[in-house]
């Protein structure tokens, strides 16, 4: 288990005092995860699009929410995850929604879902297909807002290549790192699954293992019309 208290801080600039949230009315939404490519910069751009009336909104997933301060959603599968931010509290004074796997230990104000292990897709409002980390089960909960697209940003599912640091704003001392060949295998099904429902999955991040041959690479700059 990862020892969020040992975390570095990161530098953000707290501007904005409210999250934005616009229902995604067969618009997008962006999955930030906390990969070492996701920067404040790609943030804004989600965030700036949504101001000037895009049908964008974005999920925040594990400590990306640091950075991507504006995100609607905030998602860790780890209900532990969320009592154990020492550093800032997800939860303090957030208006928007938060999700978890599961109903123990939930904190107040996180709505804890059922998850499946072995399914592709779920396509029931309760439950997520895990995909076995984060971020696949985000794409999933994305799916259920009822977007045309799912956009991925942040998902590097490798470490950097100059600092060998898994997350944005470094990893914690003793930190477990993924598995990502396990994990980076199942996104094809996922982009197919989702392609049969009539929703585009593509990877917005600036640097990813994924393959696009498995989901599409498109730059963000494109997907919101910039």
């Not at 309760?126 to 998902?155: C, E, K, R, W």
């Not at 929703?199 to 494109?222: F, G, M, T, W, Y």
């Amino acid at each position: 288990m990862t020892d969020s208290s040992a975390r570095p801080a990161l530098t953000v600039i707290r501007h904005v005092v409210r999250p934005l949230w616009h229902p995604s009315d067969e618009g997008v939404v962006v999955c930030i995860a906390p990969g070492p490519s996701l920067t404040y910069t790609d943030c804004r751009l989600v965030e700036n699009a949504a101001l000037r009336g895009v049908p964008v909104s974005s999920i925040a997933i594990n400590d990306a929410y640091r950075v991507a301060m504006t995100a609607g959603t905030r998602y860790s599968p780890d209900a532990t995850w969320w009592a154990g931010q020492s550093w800032i509290s997800p939860t303090r004074g957030f208006p928007g929604h938060m999700y978890t796997l599961g109903n123990v230990d939930v904190p107040a104000g996180v709505l804890g879902l059922g998850y499946s292990s072995t399914s592709v897709l779920s396509d029931d409002p309760d439950v997520l297909a895990t995909g076995g980390h984060g971020g696949y089960s985000a794409a999933n909960l994305a799916f259920l807002q009822g977007p045309m697209t799912i956009a991925l940003l942040g998902y590097d599912m490798a470490p950097d290549p100059a600092s060998g640091q898994h997350h944005v704003g470094g990893d914690a001392p003793g930190q477990k790192h993924a598995r990502y060949e396990k994990w980076l295998g199942r996104y094809k099904a996922l982009h197919d699954a989702l392609a049969d429902r009539g929703v585009q999955l593509v990877n917005c991040s600036r640097r990813s293992a994924i393959s696009p041959d498995d989901v599409p690479a498109l730059a963000l700059e494109k997907l919101l019309g910039l």
